[in-house]
C-alpha cells in the first residue's frame, strides 16, 4: 500500500503558477503510474494529469497547455506544474498511484485561484 503526501497547495492570484509534489512511500515508485485528481464540492473527482512507468502523459482537456506532469524515480515524487491558473481550477487536488488495477490515494491539497 502506498503512502502519499501531497504538497505545495495554497492560495494563488487569476494567472499564476503552482507547483504540486507528491511524495510517495511503500512501494516501488518507479513501477507504478502516477497522477493527479481534482475535486469540487458537489462534483466528481475529475482526472487532471497523469503519467505512466514509462513518462508517457496525458492531461484533461481543461489543462492541457497549461499542465505539466513529471516524475522523479530517484526522489519518489511526482509533480503538477499549472500556469495561467483560472478560477475553475479551484479545487482539493489528490495525488494517485496506480499498479494492477489498484490504486492508493493522497490525502489532498487545498488550491484556491483567487484574487
Known amino acids: 500500500q502506498a503512502q502519499l503526501v501531497e504538497s505545495g497547495g495554497g492560495t494563488v492570484q487569476p494567472g499564476g503558477s503552482l507547483r504540486l509534489s507528491c511524495a510517495a512511500s511503500?512501494?516501488?515508485?518507479?513501477?507504478?503510474?502516477m497522477g493527479w485528481y481534482r475535486q469540487t464540492p458537489g462534483r466528481e473527482r475529475e482526472l487532471v494529469a497523469g503519467i505512466s512507468s514509462g513518462s508517457t502523459t496525458l492531461y484533461a482537456d481543461s489543462v492541457k497547455g497549461r499542465a505539466t506532469i513529471s516524475r522523479d524515480n530517484a526522489k519518489n515524487t511526482v509533480f503538477l506544474q499549472i500556469d495561467s491558473l483560472k478560477s475553475e481550477d479551484t479545487a482539493v487536488y489528490y495525488c494517485?498511484?496506480?499498479?494492477?488495477?489498484?490504486?492508493?490515494w493522497g490525502q489532498g491539497t487545498q488550491v484556491t485561484v483567487a484574487s
Open positions: 494517485y498511484a496506480a499498479l494492477s488495477g489498484r490504486r492508493s
Open positions: 511503500g512501494i516501488i515508485f518507479s513501477n507504478y503510474a
